[in-house]
Nanobody
Framework: VQLQASGGGLVQAGGSLGLSCAAS????????MYWFRQAPGKEREFVAS????????YYSDSVKGRFTISRDNAKNTVTLQMNSLKPEDTAVYYC??????????????????RGKGTQVTVSS
């Protein structure tokens, strides 16, 4: 599975952005999907997860209530809707896929498929 995140950009604090992760090569319908992010000078961290049929979702405490993960298996895409953005949300956002569902993800290096990121910058 090849994954490519898109939709990043520059937004003011309090604004919204929607990220998309497009998959190619095979269907993602049998994979749990994840979003991670990496801020400058920090380690890559888990953001959100969604199970294969979207029955289960989990969010990091820092984004809970503001971000929403969803998926469209027919379109082979996963989205991350980000609302009420804060400057501390500034990071490169990445998507990943794994055949197993881990609510809080695994170490980035252990994710089965890892995509390229998209930059999100939130100005104060």
């Amino acid at each position: 599975v090849q994954l490519q995140a898109s939709g990043g950009g520059l937004v003011q604090a309090g604004g919204s952005l929607g990220l998309s992760c497009a998959a190619s090569g095979r269907t993602i319908s049998t994979y749990a999907m994840y979003w991670f992010r990496q801020a400058p000078g920090k380690e890559r961290e888990f953001v959100a997860s969604i199970s294969e049929r979207a029955h289960r979702k989990y969010y990091s405490d820092s984004v809970k209530g503001r971000f929403t993960i969803s998926r469209d298996n027919a379109k082979n895409t996963v989205t991350l809707q980000m609302n009420s953005l804060k400057p501390e949300d500034t990071a490169v956002y990445y998507c990943a896929a794994d055949p197993l569902y881990y609510p809080v993800g695994r170490a980035w290096r252990d994710m089965n498929y890892r995509g390229k990121g998209t930059q999100v910058t939130v100005s104060s």
